[in-house]
């Protein structure tokens, strides 16, 4: 299945954005604009499931990604020292290292992905909707227990969280 002139279209805009987004994260030296760098980055991968006819796994990953940048904001007013996040600090370290790697692992992605042949995976590839049905009978057997669980953990660690940093604060 050939993907339509308006599903490239939108491949190209969201992977492009994706990318700049991502570039901005280490691009910029406020922890607030990388943090809203790093929610337009997830954003547009978001947008990428939508494009890829993915629509269950782009919805979650917009709802997983406002979520944890809600986290991230309540950790980085109770915790920084620059609670704004506008304050110039140093958002890369080892950058001879890191932009060695990045690239490399760049260029092997593009030349893994532009060198193959696709033709079998796509022609094994069930249709959207038979994904997201299997993906639900996932959900909603063996997996559920985990998802279960792990979501109780998480909201358990919010509730603790906060009621340390309000006992913290009433001993000041």
């Known amino acids: 299945m050939m993907a339509s002139p308006g599903q490239t279209v939108a491949l190209v805009i969201f992977g492009i954005l994706a990318l700049g987004f991502g570039t901005a994260v280490f691009r910029t030296k406020s922890m607030v604009r990388s943090a809203l760098a790093l929610l337009g980055s997830m954003a547009a991968v978001g947008g990428l499931f939508f494009a890829l006819e993915a629509e269950f796994l782009g919805v979650l990953q917009l709802m997983m990604m406002a979520t944890e940048m809600t986290i991230m904001a309540i950790f980085m007013v109770m915790f920084m020292m620059d609670p704004g996040g506008l304050g110039q600090m140093e958002m890369t370290h080892q950058k001879r290292a890191s932009l060695t790697a990045g690239v490399v692992s760049g260029l092997i992605a593009i030349g893994l992905s532009t060198l193959s042949s696709w033709a079998a995976v796509v022609a094994a590839a069930p249709t959207p909707s038979a994904q997201l049905h299997d993906l639900g009978i996932e959900l909603m057997s063996r997996s559920m ?10 909201l358990l660690a919010m509730i603790v969280a906060t009621t340390i940093a309000l006992k913290a604060e009433e001993k000041r």
Do not use: N, Q
Not at 145 to 154: D, K, P, Q, S, V
């Open 145 to 154: 227990l985990i998802f279960e669980t792990a979501g109780l953990a998480i």
